[in-house]
């Protein structure tokens, strides 16, 4: 797991006050099994015109905020509906998981970072029982 440091790139304001999720991701379109080529539906109803064209007014349409990386999303965004995908403005993360996201810690990498302990324990294991660890031949 990459270690998270900082996200660098434009943000877009999307300052549309009670933006619920239906008009950021519309439901109709989470009947999908698979997680790639869901940002066609992206703000589909306002980021596009009844044809099918841009709306060249909504800010993901213009330069240089089409390929930004960050939103900022006005009071109550994502608001109206309780699926799971519904995003929140602000959210707490407990201190272990923010820890882990900022050092690339997942479960291998939490396990690496006491591997003197294990060393030491496996060594302590050999010596007690070796004949757990084939450290004696039968008849030797």
């Known amino acids: 797991m990459e270690k998270f440091t900082q996200l660098m790139g434009v943000a877009a304001p999307l300052p549309i006050i009670n933006l619920d999720t239906d008009k950021i991701?519309?439901?109709?379109?989470?009947?999908?099994?698979?997680?790639?080529?869901?940002?066609?539906?992206?703000?589909?109803?306002?980021?596009?015109?009844?044809?099918?064209?841009?709306?060249?007014?909504?800010?993901?349409?213009?330069?240089?905020?089409?390929?930004?990386?960050?939103?900022?999303?006005?009071?109550?965004?994502?608001?109206?509906?309780?699926?799971?995908?519904?995003?929140w403005v602000d959210f707490e993360l407990d201190a272990f998981r923010k820890h882990c996201l900022l050092n690339g810690l997942d479960d291998?990498?939490?396990?690496?970072?006491?591997?003197?302990?294990i060393g030491g324990y496996e060594e302590k294991a050999r010596l007690a029982r070796p004949w757990q660890f084939g450290m004696i031949r039968p008849g030797a």
């Open 108 to 117: 291998i990498g939490l396990t690496e970072q006491k591997d003197t302990e």
């Open 25 to 87: 991701f519309p439901a109709v379109y989470l009947k999908t099994i698979k997680r790639t080529g869901l940002s066609k539906w992206l703000f589909e109803e306002i980021r596009f015109r009844p044809d099918g064209s841009e709306n060249p007014d909504f800010v993901l349409n213009q330069a240089p905020y089409r390929n930004a990386k960050i939103l900022i999303g006005a009071d109550n965004f994502g608001c109206g509906s309780s699926r799971e995908h519904a995003p």
